[in-house]
């Protein structure tokens, strides 16, 4: 077997054999070399396999077909499995990254040790220009207290170190929401490196898997978790900006089962309600106006001698709530 590759490029596919060539070829031409890419196809009923064994002539190139449907998060799971690469890509089936993307992910997580993950969003990242290291007070900061959350980014965005990502035990089999609750649990604990960003193509269409049925259910559970977050021993925020954040996220909460209700869709607005584990009590404690900062989570701070002598991952290993 030849040397392992630096980077793992992980594109897990199920029935997407009219999209799945562009998927692959933007991969292929990335001007970063040192990578393997590994289609995982999750026993699609169309050709999205026998197209991408095309693409084997390439070495560089290798496709498993699984026996059996896994699912979206549980087949992402099984391609870093497979994965020989110390750094792990993940990349939709239906994207295509730009030529770029490795070129300007790779160095700078190689270059800060700190780092578990870079994430790269939004071309405009508040703060500063990137890269920019965020410790897990910052993340939480930005997502909870300011304007420009983190936790919204998918997998597609995010470029993993294999031993960190396998800490943390891979993705929580939750469904469409599951890379919500991966950023809650492993930004609580790790540092992040932000990236620049806008480095694929999003493509947007009718089989997405966030526009499948149980997906609305899928991403109430998911939200439901970031309200035992806040209250989690691992929270990195401060009493008074849990305080704060427990009213922002109240009023998230009840914005959204408002517009659900107001638009007919009372399941959604039901499933919101019931899922988002807010008592009575709490709905009253805190469904206030909310109250944001802009550059909230966008300062760098100085990591106390606790903090810099622990290593990135300290508590990755803790097992993650039920």
């Not at 609580?188 to 932000?194: D, Q, T, Y």
Request: net charge positive; charged share 25%; aromatic share 10%.
């Amino acid at each position: 077997m030849s040397a392992a590759p630096l980077v793992s490029v992980l594109v897990t596919a199920f029935n997407r054999e009219r999209l799945i060539a562009a998927a692959i070829e933007s991969v292929l031409s990335q001007t970063f070399r040192d990578f393997e890419l590994i289609v995982v196809d999750d026993a699609s009923s169309d050709r999205t396999a026998a197209v991408a064994r095309a693409y084997e002539a390439d070495p560089r190139v290798r496709v498993v077909r699984n026996s059996r449907n896994l699912g979206d998060y549980p087949n992402r799971n099984r391609a870093a499995a497979l994965a020989r690469g110390a750094l792990l890509k993940y990349h939709d089936s239906d994207d295509v990254m730009y030529e770029h993307c490795l070129a300007t992910m790779v160095p700078p997580l190689l270059g800060e040790p700190r780092a578990a993950f870079a994430l790269s969003g939004s071309a405009a990242w508040l703060g500063g220009p990137c890269p920019a290291l965020l410790t897990p007070r910052m993340c939480y900061q930005r997502e909870f207290l300011g304007t420009q959350g983190l936790f919204m980014c998918g997998p597609a965005a995010a470029l993993f170190r294999a031993d960190a990502f396998a800490a943390f035990g891979g993705f929580p089999e939750l469904g469409a929401g599951s890379d919500y609750v991966f950023w809650l649990i492993a930004c609580a604990r790790a540092h992040v490196l932000l990236v620049p960003g806008d480095l694929f193509w999003y493509r947007v269409h009718p089989g997405q898997e966030r526009l499948r049925a149980s997906a609305a259910e899928d991403y109430a559970r998911a939200w439901g978790r970031a309200w035992a977050a806040l209250s989690a021993p691992a929270c990195p925020l401060s009493a008074r900006e849990r305080e704060l954040a427990r009213r922002n996220w109240a009023f998230v909460v009840a914005r959204e089962v408002w517009r659900s209700a107001r638009t007919g869709r009372w399941t959604d607005a039901r499933r919101r309600l019931a899922q988002a584990g807010l008592g009575w009590t709490d709905w009253i404690r805190y469904l206030r106006r909310p109250r944001r900062d802009r550059l909230a989570g966008t300062s760098p701070e100085p990591l106390d001698s606790a903090a810099s002598a622990a290593p990135a991952l300290a508590g990755a290993t803790e097992r993650r709530p039920a």
